[in-house]
């Protein structure tokens, strides 16, 4: 079954980018151009990801991810999209609960890579046993 990944993003030309290259990966994908209209999607729906960009015309993206994590409005992964890519902007948006971050402009195997990240992260790989003593002496 293909993730499900909602694009809220009110430029025309980026969402319907993004919506296509996620579309022709194999995902189910749906885009809304307003923080409201993202509201209701995932009100409606249940979602793998949410590409969220960060400047919206009714809010910021950043104050809709409070929301959202503030009344558990989704479980899904949130990774913003900006063409603003400074260190502010950055830790706000991860401060806010963003699980990744990806700056304007992208092409699209950034795009696939990025996103498949998001969907399927690797396990953390843990060490077992003692770590191995050196061969040599320090004495």
Known sequence: MAHAVLIIED???VR???ELVLSQAGYNVSSVATGELGLKALRQSKWDLVLLDIQLP??????????????????ARVMMM????DLAT?????EAGADGYL???FGPDVLTKR??????PKPKVEA?????????DLD
């Open 90 to 94: 950055v830790r706000e948006a991860m």
């Open 103 to 105: 700056v304007k402009p």
């Open 128 to 136: 077992v046993g003692e770590p191995a003593k050196p061969s040599f």
């Open 11 to 13: 430029d025309p030309l």
């Open 115 to 120: 996103v498949e990240a998001m969907l399927n």
């Open 58 to 75: 009714d809010m910021t993206g950043v104050d809709l991810l409070r929301l959202l994590r503030r009344y558990k409005r989704t479980t």
């Open 82 to 85: 900006t063409a603003r890519g």
């Open 16 to 18: 319907q980018f993004v």
